[in-house]
């Protein structure tokens, strides 16, 4: 609760300092208001910190579970995982058949190549007329 109760007294802090500065208009409040924000932003980490040891110590501990409800609810979540599993393996599937169809194209075979009219026609323009 350490971090806990300097977060509390961090954003009282804050508090305090900001209506000073929004009120008031005191210059000095707003840097002190900018600190107490930075060792709330600390606090927080920190306190993120403890509480995933304390959740991490009390799931290691079965959380007040017995032994027989922990194995069912590993069960269920094997169960859950598995079935996502498959759900997942089937829409891979059709993603991959969809690009290799929307990819897919007919191969028209190349036109001919285009002729010099003045090289191989016979109507040549002429100025004998």
């Given at each position: 609760?350490?971090?806990?109760?300097?977060?509390?007294?961090?954003?009282?802090?804050?508090?305090?300092?900001?209506?000073?500065?929004?009120?008031?208009?005191?210059?000095?409040?707003?840097?002190?208001?900018?600190?107490?924000?930075?060792?709330?932003?600390?606090?927080?980490?920190e306190r993120r910190k403890e509480i995933t040891a304390e959740q991490e110590s009390?799931?290691?501990a079965g959380a007040g579970m017995s032994q027989d409800a922990a194995r069912k609810?590993?069960?269920?979540?094997?169960?859950?995982?598995?079935?996502?599993?498959?759900?997942?393996?089937?829409?891979?599937?059709?993603?991959?058949?969809?690009?290799?169809?929307?990819?897919?194209?007919?191969?028209?075979?190349?036109?001919?190549?285009?002729?010099?009219?003045?090289?191989?026609?016979?109507?040549?323009?002429?100025?004998?007329?």
């Amino acid at each position: 609760m350490l971090h806990h109760d300097t977060l509390l007294k961090a954003f009282e802090t804050y508090k305090a300092e900001n209506e000073k500065f929004q009120g008031k208009g005191v210059k000095a409040s707003a840097a002190r208001a900018r600190k107490a924000l930075q060792e709330i932003a600390g606090s927080c980490k920190e306190r993120r910190k403890e509480i995933t040891a304390e959740q991490e110590s009390r799931e290691g501990a079965g959380a007040g579970m017995s032994q027989d409800a922990a194995r069912k609810a590993h069960i269920r979540k094997s169960v859950i995982s598995t079935e996502i599993k498959s759900h997942l393996r089937v829409a891979f599937y059709l993603i991959v058949e969809f690009k290799e169809a929307l990819y897919t194209l007919p191969v028209l075979p190349n036109p001919p190549a285009p002729r010099l009219l003045s090289v191989n026609s016979s109507t040549t323009l002429s100025s004998t007329c």
